[in-house]
């Protein structure tokens, strides 16, 4: 499988960005620029930028370390391919059950938003009823980008037949990377699962996040006559779930 390693490219635009950053603390010094008339706000800004670009490198650098073990078959478990017809009946599986999962967070989110933009309006002062325009607005938002994304995952599957890549902490599933023990993330749950057309195996795992915990399930089709391989796989990855 020969896939860019774009975790490795972002990190190293990162390193530029945090670079930016610190130009922004030590240029206004240099060039005299007085402390309240700017220069410190700046300087803040500008080592915040360097802080969370340091953090967004270490963050995709480990990223791409693990794309390119598996790439190099580091560890393996399963090394699987497909023919035309599977893979575009998984692509089509695959689409429908992300489609379905975004349109439920999305009606959960524009719910929230909604309420809370009526209780501002109702009940807010005169510009209670621009919170209700901006929750709106945002609602809309959520649309498009789930709407969006769910398409660019289809549309990147039906491009070419696709090759997994599974290890026990990571797969590479048509160049789409899931990583399930980076950043305290925590696997939830492996199982195989019968469709119509297909068994897949699904890994399902969250990765903390500041406000909520972000779930994740990668859908891996079973080729035909590996499913005795694909069960043992899953106990091999089963055993670092975490209770």
Known sequence: MQIPNNKRII??????????????IFVPMNLGLDGMDGGFALAVFGGLIAITALITYFIYMRLAREQDNLMNGTNLLAHWKYNTEQWRAYAEIDYQEDKAAKKMLFWLVAGFALFFGIIFAVFGDDGGIYVLYVMLALIALIAVVAKV???????????????????????????????????????????????EQMNMLEIEYVVPQRN??????????????????????AQEIGKHKKN
């Open 149 to 195: 994304s769910a398409q660019v995952t289809y549309k990147r599957n039906l491009s070419r037949t696709g090759e997994v890549l599974l290890s026990e902490h990571s797969a590479l599933i048509n160049g789409q990377l899931h990583v399930w023990n980076l950043l305290n993330a925590r696997l939830i749950d492996v199982r195989l699962v019968e469709y």
């Open 11 to 24: 990190a190293k635009r990162s390193l530029l960005v945090m670079l930016v950053g610190l130009l922004m």
């Open 212 to 233: 909520a915990d972000a779930q994740y399930t990668a859908r891996i089709p079973i080729p035909y006559g590996k499913e005795a391989e694909a069960e043992a796989v």
